[in-house]
């Protein structure tokens, strides 16, 4: 073995985990990117925007969290319908109408067992991802969507309000595992360069979804008695879609090197995703964060809180998942009728009305995902966090004082449309983004589990208690939102790091000092300096200049 080789250490790459385990790679198995690589025009540099990753982040987005934003607004249309279709179905098998409370208990239950099956799909997503891998699990995910899809469309004709409550339920269990899944395959897919645009995707397409959950609902499309199973039925539609096309694509290159060590299949997902065929650097990096590592058995959730290393990233996405869902969005949606009826709005016109704060949704999300490579996480997420902070202040005092001229119930439509434009301009998607930055690939699945808990115990909470904090607080309820967001972007003020443009190494090492804690990485600089003839760290190993010459792996 050449000498370079030699002063190489080695990577705990045995299959399960098995620590100190060498694989010597044969050099005619080697994926062969050399001779690729002299293709490339000098000077050239690929594409970082390719067909393929477009693809994938558009076919992998429109399958999982447009369906989680549709699922969240396509309730809301038809609710008056569903509990006509409760009370007849309680007749039909009581023989007598059901009492409010009832009603009330069984709507309460079908609007929040979403956020249930969302916290099972959260908790199982894990296994799911380990066995199948990230693509695999977005294609398995679709048979919980279709199976929720028929059960809530044939709900009404076979006479059971059970199969629309375990539809939702199902819906739910995909949805946390889309909201876990799609954001790892976004984030190991894309260059470093472009990461915080395409993992907007994911916010992107969640309005989307509730904007077209509005728009179908309308009375003149899908909104009627007669037609509201439909709006469930649609679900299948999307799912089908991702069903037939993700196939097509490649696995996460990332997961095919670090838990499948299959460095061929890596190098063509990287050629593929980057549109280029010299991906001799995105290997290096990759390689170099095995390094850092020294170990890429996933790491369990309790394992993941004990390490000292990754204390204050936990932290932070623990404070950024309940603030994205305790920042008062959903106090925003409660409130829009009654003051788009008190500026005078006739009521048949405000189902169209709300259609604009969909629509403001989506174009801020998609605002975000242009410039978010450009001014960075930090910026969008605190001045996000901050100017809801601002108009919830506005807006208590218009509510307040909205009798007292006809021109302020007009100032809250506007304050309205603001707290929707700033949330989706930053903590509307950032959040899912920074789960995926902050943590290294063995113990990334455990804090997306982390994170997604946060979500939806936060989601289910902000269910349970807020009828009792509008009826406690009236319109000051909103003050307990803007503290929120104030607390939220103080935090991220003073702790959270710039992640743009910079690798998982770099940004791990950015909390480094916070954590009090070494990083493996000065570690392997100690033993590439005391060790090898040719007096270089590990990292700067000339084994790592391209794809073939990496002998051990």
């Known amino acids: 073995m050449d000498a370079p080789a030699q002063s190489l250490a080695p990577l705990a790459l045995g299959p399960r985990g098995e620590e100190g385990r060498v694989f010597l790679i044969p050099e005619r198995q080697q994926p062969d990117c050399e001779h690729l690589r002299k293709r490339t025009p000098r000077g050239r540099k690929g594409q970082d925007w390719s067909c393929s990753l477009i693809a994938a982040s558009l076919v992998g987005a429109l399958g ?70 990230r693509k695999y699990t977005l294609l398995a995910n679709n048979a919980f969507a279709i199976l929720a899809a028929l059960l809530m469309a044939c709900s009404q004709k076979a006479g059971s309000f059970e199969m629309l409550i375990l539809g939702r ?238 021109w302020i119930p007009y100032l809250s439509i506007v304050c309205i449309l603001s707290i929707i434009a700033s949330f989706c301009s930053g903590p509307g998607g950032i959040p899912f983004i920074l789960t995926g930055e902050f943590f290294q690939q063995a113990q990334r699945p455990a804090a997306f589990m982390i994170a997604g808990t946060v979500n939806w115990l936060s989601n289910f909470t902000v269910g349970l208690l807020f009828p009792y904090i509008v009826e406690g607080l009236r319109t000051y309820c909103f003050l307990v939102f803007a503290a929120i967001c104030l607390l939220g972007a103080t935090y991220f003020y003073f702790v959270l790091p710039e992640t743009k443009n910079k690798t998982y190494a770099e940004i791990s090492q950015a909390f480094a000092k916070r954590n009090k804690e070494n990083l493996p990485g000065e570690k392997a600089e100690q033993a590439g300096a005391n060790g090898g003839a040719s007096g270089k760290s590990e990292l700067e190993s000339p084994t790592l200049d391209n794809c073939v010459q990496n002998k051990i792996v």
Request: hydrophobic share 45%; proline share 4%; glycine share 10%.
């Open 64 to 133: 999982s969290s447009f369906l989680y934003g549709y699922n969240l607004s396509v309730v809301n249309a038809p609710s008056r319908y569903i509990k006509t279709f409760y009370n007849d179905t309680w007749q039909k098998r009581q023989g007598r109408s059901i009492d409010d409370n009832t009603l009330m208990l069984l709507w309460s239950l079908t609007v929040s067992i979403f956020a249930i099956g969302g916290l099972v799909g959260t908790m199982v997503v894990t296994l799911i991802g380990k066995i199948l891998g």
């Open 169 to 406: 339920f199902i819906m739910g269990v995909d949805g946390g595992i889309a909201l876990s899944a799609l954001p790892m395959y976004l984030n190991e897919i894309s260059p470093k360069e472009i990461r915080g645009s395409l993992g907007q995707v994911t916010a992107i397409f969640i309005c989307i979804g509730v904007f077209t959950g509005q728009l179908l609902g309308l009375p003149e499309i899908l909104g009627q008695e007669s037609l509201w199973p439909y709006l469930f039925g649609v679900i299948v539609v999307p799912a089908s879609i991702q069903l037939v096309s993700l196939p097509f694509l490649p696995e996460s290159p990332r997961y095919l090197l670090f838990e499948k060590h299959d460095q061929e299949g890596a190098c063509k997902a990287f050629q593929t995703f980057l549109g280029k065929a010299d991906v001799s650097q995105e290997m290096a990096e990759a390689l170099a964060e095995i390094r850092l590592q020294r170990n890429i058995r996933l790491v369990s959730v309790w394992e993941l809180m004990k390490q000292r290393s990754a204390r204050w990233q936990i932290i932070t996405v623990v404070i950024t998942m309940a603030c994205y869902q305790l920042c008062g969005l959903n106090a925003i949606w409660f409130y829009t009728n009654s003051i788009f009826s008190t500026a005078g709005i006739p009521t048949e016109k405000i189902p169209y009305i709300t259609l604009s704060t969909g629509g403001i949704e989506t174009l801020a999300a998609i605002f975000s995902g242009l410039v978010i490579e450009r001014l960075g996480r930090r910026p969008l997420l605190i001045g996000g966090f901050g100017l809801m902070t601002l108009f919830f202040g506005i807006l208590t005092v218009t509510l307040t004082l909205q009798d007292k001229a006809p």
